[in-house]
């Protein structure tokens, strides 16, 4: 059974800094492109990131660029998304989520496997 479980969510100030962790169980993590999205409240999910597994290209959403860093360690099964520069809007539940290609693109519909999601609330 695959597992996807996400951490390091919770309460931090506008333009401080969090990191998210995904440790995953399950799944060849190294063939495995890893993502990350999150969903505010009546909002859709929206894509932040992904690395992928053949070739480590990221990419990143527009809202995200240049704050976000996605990275993963294959020898822990783990994927991580530091988070700089937080502001209000980045108030949300953050999900990790794999995808078999190497390039799943921006729709979620593309990742296989989903976490639960962590909670980020970002005072302002």
């Known amino acids: 059974q695959v597992q996807l479980i996400e951490s390091g969510g919770g309460l931090v100030h506008a333009g401080g800094s969090l990191t998210l962790s995904c440790s995953t169980a399950?799944?060849?993590?190294?063939?495995?492109?890893m993502g990350w999205f999150r969903q505010a409240p009546g909002k859709e999910r929206e894509f932040l990131a992904y690395?992928?597994?053949?070739?480590?290209?990221?990419r990143y959403g527009e809202a995200v660029e240049g704050r976000f860093t996605i990275s993963r360690d294959n020898a822990k099964n783990m994927v991580y998304l530091q988070m700089d520069k937080l502001n209000s809007e980045d108030t949300a539940v953050y999900y990790c989520?794999?995808?078999?290609?190497?390039?799943?693109?921006?729709?979620?519909?593309?990742?296989?496997?989903w976490g639960q999601g962590t909670q980020v609330t970002v005072s302002s």
């Open positions: 690395l992928g597994w053949i070739d480590g290209r990221t």
């Open positions: 399950g799944l060849t993590f190294s063939r495995y492109t």
């Open positions: 989520a794999a995808a078999s290609a190497n390039g799943p693109g921006r729709s979620a519909g593309s990742y296989e496997y």
